[in-house]
């Protein structure tokens, strides 16, 4: 038997005006998803805990079967882990991400945030500017005083360690979640060590405005990545392994660090993929292709599939639409030719980890639609992969059981 996780990130949505009140898995063509849902078991979910903040972070580990509520420290400790940064005592970890705020004349606290992720920024061009920022001499002697370093990254999104820093009462708020908003109040508050951080973010951006790479930037018509944003802090962590727990062994193919970085920590195996790219041009057919390969060595592979979330942070509904049209006809419909070829029986959990709204553009923690197909019987459920079938289906009050529901535990 074969087992299949596939994560739609934020695919899962409340009802759009613009779609004639509904939402996009209802109104995307999804006939692959559809048939696994027809002849599956359609329900929905809890994968965020209350009290915790909803996002990836805490939505996918709930599904890998690690309790946030009992292994969470913060998202940047997850996504280090990828990289392999090794966080010592006393170290604080951060995702430093590239963005952008407005280009107008008013001081930097007063400015808008315009985008999480200076535009879907290319890989060199933010390694570049990150590389850069803390090679400029003013910059770097602030960030040595804060005990302050950064590990670039091929995309967006950067990992920066602060050594012997106190984050007690430190408020970091997501920038994907206020976008369009003036940042004064939405900087990092609630601690001395906060405004340490304030004002490396302020410094930053005299830095990164005016580069000649955010100067050829905006000449392209791109958005410039003229500022960092520090957010998601949070020590060492560690979490318990998924082949000792469930008995399986697998690996994980993603574009983004946080999927990799929760791989490392349960033992699976991290699979990148040539083109893939976490946005809405990623190699989709590449990830499909990993999984069945994957799958000829072990019992279990995850597939995850960034674009729908970074298309809605962006205010992109039709591209929204098309990452899910594409996961469906470019991702599931190659995987399940490669496991009816192969002859495997199998068993698939299809969902996407958490809601990422239309509306706000940000987060949402509501329960999401979840399939569970299995290859030997046909359950003729009738359902469609969307919401309003999950809602009408077994409702689920924890991730953290969907794996034993898929391994039949």
């Not at 535009?119 to 570049?128: H, P, Q, R, V």
């Amino acid at each position: 038997m074969k087992y299949i996780l596939i994560i739609g990130d934020g695919m899962a949505d409340n009802p759009v005006p613009e779609l004639g009140g509904l939402t996009p898995l209802q109104h995307a063509d999804t006939p692959e998803l559809d048939a696994l849902a027809s002849a599956g078991a359609v329900g929905s979910v809890r994968t965020c805990p209350d009290g915790l903040p909803p996002g990836s972070d805490t939505a996918i580990m709930s599904i890998f079967g690690c309790d946030p509520r009992k292994y969470y420290t913060g998202r940047a400790p997850l996504e280090a882990a990828a990289t392999g940064v090794a966080l010592r005592p006393g170290d604080v970890a951060y995702r430093c991400n590239m963005v952008t705020y407005e280009d107008s004349g008013l001081p930097f606290a007063e400015r808008r945030i315009l985008s999480h992720s200076a535009g879907s920024i290319d890989g060199e061009t933010s390694a570049a500017l990150a590389r850069a920022l803390f090679e400029d001499p003013g910059f770097k002697v602030r960030a040595d005083a804060a005990g302050m370093m950064v590990y670039p990254a091929l995309s967006f999104r950067h990992i920066a360690v602060q050594s012997g820093a106190d984050v007690k009462g430190i408020s970091l708020r997501p920038p994907h979640d206020h976008l369009g908003e003036i940042i004064a109040g939405i900087l990092p508050s609630g601690c001395e060590n906060a405004g340490a951080l304030r004002e490396l973010m302020e410094l930053a951006f005299g830095v990164l405005d005016n580069h000649e790479l955010n100067v050829k930037r905006r000449a392209e018509g791109k958005m410039p990545a003229n500022g960092v944003w520090f957010w998601a802090e949070g020590t060492a962590a560690r979490l318990p392994n998924f082949t000792e727990a469930y008995g399986k062994t697998g690996g994980v193919v993603s574009a983004v660090p946080l999927c990799h970085g929760i791989a490392a920590l349960i033992g699976l195996e991290r699979v990148s993929v040539e083109g893939a790219t976490g946005e809405l041009d990623t190699n989709y057919e590449g990830k499909a292709e990993a999984a069945l390969k994957l799958l000829r060595e072990h019992d279990f592979a995850a597939i995850h599939v960034e674009a729908p979330d970074e298309c809605t942070h962006n205010g992109d509904l039709d591209g929204k639409l098309e990452a899910i049209r594409r996961i469906d006809a470019r991702a599931v419909a190659p995987l399940m030719r490669g496991l009816r070829l192969a002859g495997w029986e199998h068993r698939i959990l299809a969902l996407s980890d958490h809601k990422t709204l239309t509306s706000t553009r940000g987060h949402d923690g509501d329960p999401v639609p979840f399939v569970i197909f299995d290859s030997r019987r046909d359950c003729r459920s009738g359902a469609k992969y969307c919401e309003r079938d999950g809602e009408r289906g077994v409702y689920v009050d924890s991730g953290t059981k969907l794996m034993d529901m898929l391994f039949e535990r």
